[in-house]
């Protein structure tokens, strides 16, 4: 997958190509970043997405004029990061922050046939909360009609990562300024009850027990 356009110039040790660094990432994030060019205007659209095997889905209004630009076949970047930290070093020009990206290059498919469009609003719905797709009613001819869904191949993606703590000058090491990491992380809070639930209806074990795994990588060097 490292071509020209995803391979990372910058801090390059930090690049990862393989699928299983790319996939761990993607399925830990909840929102991507669609950019794209029409008329020469850039847009970023930030949306949610799903993954099944090697294929990243998105989906919407028939009305969404990223959609429809997407369907013509342009070329699209979809970035993902995931924001675990934030360095402090002692030096102001030497501050930083732990992450994980991932930066997919390519153009977008129209999913038309039905079977494949339940298969990835079923892989929608499952990324964003596991177990929830058999909890609800299922999507209607109505809507399906109604709803857009775009697939990307993961083909030409890249991840970065930086893990560890701040990299100051050897000179600012005795500089009497404290530095180190304040870890950051996604958590789930308790769940709101809707004010229209029917009485009687018991909170699914999916929705009490939601936590969204942190993936451990090891330390870049």
Known sequence: MKTTRTQVKRIPKRGHYDLKTVYSILDTGLICHVGFAVDDQPFVIPTAYGRMDNRLFIHGSPASRMLRSLQQGIEICV????????????????????YRSVVLCGTAELVSEREEKMQALYALTEHVMPGRW????????????????????????????????????????????WAGIIPLRMQAGEPIVDP?????????AHVKQYLRKRREFLEVV
């Open 79 to 98: 970035t993902v990061t995931l924001l675990d930290g934030l360095v402090l070093a002692r030096s102001a020009m030497h501050h930083s922050m732990n």
């Open 134 to 177: 058999a909890e609800t009613r299922e999507p209607n001819e109505q809507e399906l009609t109604a709803t857009t869904v775009l697939a990307l191949p993961i083909d030409e993606a890249s991840a970065k990562i930086r893990t560890g703590p701040p990299v100051d000058d050897a000179a600012d090491y005795g500089l009497p300024h």
């Open 196 to 204: 229209k639930l029917a009485e009687g209806i018991v909170m699914p």
